[in-house]
Structures are given as C-alpha cells and as structure tokens.
C-alpha cells in the first residue's frame, strides 16, 4: 500500500495510520470509500465508547467583534485533555459556533465528535456546553489549564475592565451576580445553619438575629460577584470598582469542567 496514501487518508480523516492502512486495504485503494469506511467505524467506536466516563476536557473560547461563543468538550483523560489534537479539535468547534450559531450547532458537532474525533483521538467525546454570549464591552477570561472561564459584557466601562472582572470570577467562582440573585430557599438553609451554630455556642436569641445579618454579608461577600473584593486589589469590592469605572455588569457567565 502507498505510504503517501496512508497519510493523504489520515489527513482527511485524522485516524491513526494503520487504521487508514486497513481502510485502504478493505476498500482496494479508493481513497472515497475508505474516508466513508472511517466514519462509519468511527460511529461504531462512538456507540462502544459511549457508556464509558467523560469527565476531563478543555474549553475554547472564539471572540470576533462583540460576540463570544464557548464551547466546552469533555473526554476521558487528562492526557487527552491535553492534547495539541483535541485542543485544536475543541477550537475549531468553537470556531464553528460562532459561524453558524446556537440553533443548528449541537447536531453538527455531534455528527463531528461520532463521525472524525473519536476515531481520531480515541476516547469517549462530549459535548459538555456550548453558547455564545454578546455585548460591548465584552470580554473573557480561559485559565491555562483550559478548564475554566468566564465571560463578562458590561455597560459602560471597558474591555479592559470586562476582562479584570472575567479573571475575577474565574479564580474566585461566583455561585451569584448580586445578593438579590440569591434564592429564598438558599438563605433560609444559610439561616438555619447559621441558627443552629450559634444555639450551640450559646448565644442568647434576642441577639442572635444581629449575628445573622452578619453571617449573611459574609455569604454575599464570598457568593456574590459583585460582593467580592477585587483579586487584583482586595481594598475595594467589585462593586466599587464598577462605580469607579462608571460601569455595570450587563451579562456575567463562568463555565468549568
């Protein structure tokens, strides 16, 4: 079998070169049918390997303009989460996404991972997120590990300061925007933790309900974004950095893996 062959096969389709060798093979040369061959073993593999856990992945991140989209994409190990293939592989989904948009994108990367990159790479693939979130100033944040990122578009303010408080969030993981964002339901487990807590210690009821509200700002300020101090400078809360930027947070996104 020509050499030159094999690898014209393996850069159509990404698989491994004895794989294309065999395809090749089966298939008596014709480059066509073995391309066709490859993608039907691929959903094949896709349907072995689909029970199996997917819990690594990277994240990729596309900004054109005022409009971002993420995408996150799961797979198996962290040695594949790292790998040159299935970053680039993950980018050109994300790529894809910003091309087409949200509405047709989740067949078309799944036709993607069953039909090209799980024969390519190996391992069970999947699609953990996808969107694209628009604004201006819009800007974003992706740690080096790949795995978590956030998105912040603002009124007012600047790209700059879109991307401050997306590395903000990123490191300090926001469950919320704003204390009013808090559900009911949360802050009255909060409460009756916090009750419990203070009944064991001794506190007197009547002055329990003061210790409370202060237990409560604390929960904010761990919580909530804009209740945060600044990682960049812990002598003012996000929202004071935003008051002094005459700025607001318009859309506010963190997605990990």
């Known amino acids: 079998m020509d050499i030159a062959q094999i690898k014209q096969l393996r850069d159509l389709t990404g698989a491994g070169m004895s ?8 298939t008596n040369g014709d480059l066509n049918q073995a391309v066709e061959l ?40 962290d040695f594949v989460a790292r790998n040159s293939d299935f970053i680039s592989s993950t980018k050109e989904l ?14 078309i990367a799944d036709d993607k991972i069953k039909n090209e990159l799980i024969v390519k790479i190996g391992e069970n ?8 979130i628009e604004g201006s100033p819009i800007s974003y944040y ?21 991307r401050d408080i997306a590395m903000h969030a990123t490191a300090m993981n926001p469950a919320y925007l704003h204390p009013e964002d808090v559900p009911n339901d949360i802050i009255e487990k909060e409460k009756e933790i916090y009750r419990e807590q ?21 929960f904010y300020k761990e919580n909530c974004l804009t209740n945060q ?17 005459q700025a607001k947070i318009d859309k506010f996104r963190r997605f990990s893996l």
């Open 19 to 26: 794989d294309c060798q065999k395809a090749l093979e089966e």
């Open 38 to 77: 490859l993608r039907k073993k691929g959903e094949q593999l896709a349907d072995k390997k689909s029970s199996r856990t997917a819990n690594e992945g990277c994240i990729s991140i596309i900004k054109k303009d005022n409009k971002i989209s993420v995408v996150g994409l799961n797979c198996e190990t």
């Open 94 to 107: 994300s790529e894809k996404l910003l091309e087409t948009g949200v509405e047709n994108f989740e067949s």
């Open 125 to 132: 693939l999947k699609l953990a997120f996808f969107e694209i």
């Open 142 to 162: 992706l740690h080096t590990n790949n795995k978590i990122a956030s998105i912040v578009s603002l009124i007012g303010g600047s790209e700059e300061l879109a």
């Open 198 to 218: 203070l009944s064991k210690e001794g506190k007197p009821e009547n002055i329990i309900e003061n210790i409370l509200n202060g237990k409560l700002d604390k």
């Open 229 to 245: 101090l600044f990682v960049k400078d812990d002598t003012k809360t996000i929202s004071k950095l935003l008051e002094e930027n």
